[in-house]
């Protein structure tokens, strides 16, 4: 099994900056894709970033241009670099990942952008 484990969540004013990061933990896997996704009040969870093994990253829409994710692969953890946040970007923030055993999730971390 793995566990994900997510920090870095907070409040900040509009135009600010958080950065998210990740670290997984369990023995003999392997992680083959990272993500962060969220979940706004009333809505459904949704993919905000991922990356791949191979480095390649996607995002939605709405972050792109603004935020970043990053992995390091030696120590199995990853980030997730948020710049000018927005009102609309508040939510629990989730990391996740595609292993060896299966999808794993992390506990979520809320993240708040308000004046």
């Known amino acids: 099994q793995v566990q994900l484990v997510e920090s870095g969540g907070g409040l900040v004013q509009p135009g600010g900056s958080l950065r998210l990061s990740c670290a997984a933990s369990?023995?003999?896997?392997?992680?083959?894709?990272k993500a962060w996704y969220r979940q706004a009040p009333g809505k459904q969870r949704e993919m905000v970033a991922s990356?791949?093994?191979?480095?390649?990253?996607k995002y939605d829409e709405s972050v792109e241009g603004r935020f970043t994710i990053s992995s390091d692969n030696a120590k199995n953890s990853w980030n997730l670099q948020m710049n000018n946040l927005k009102p609309e970007d508040t939510a629990v923030y989730y990391c996740?990942?595609?292993?060896?055993?299966?999808?794993?999730w992390g506990q979520g971390t809320r993240v708040t952008v308000s004046s």
């Open positions: 369990g023995s003999d896997f392997e992680i083959y894709a």
């Open positions: 996740n990942a595609a292993t060896s055993h299966g999808f794993a």
């Open positions: 990356i791949i093994s191979g480095g390649n990253t």
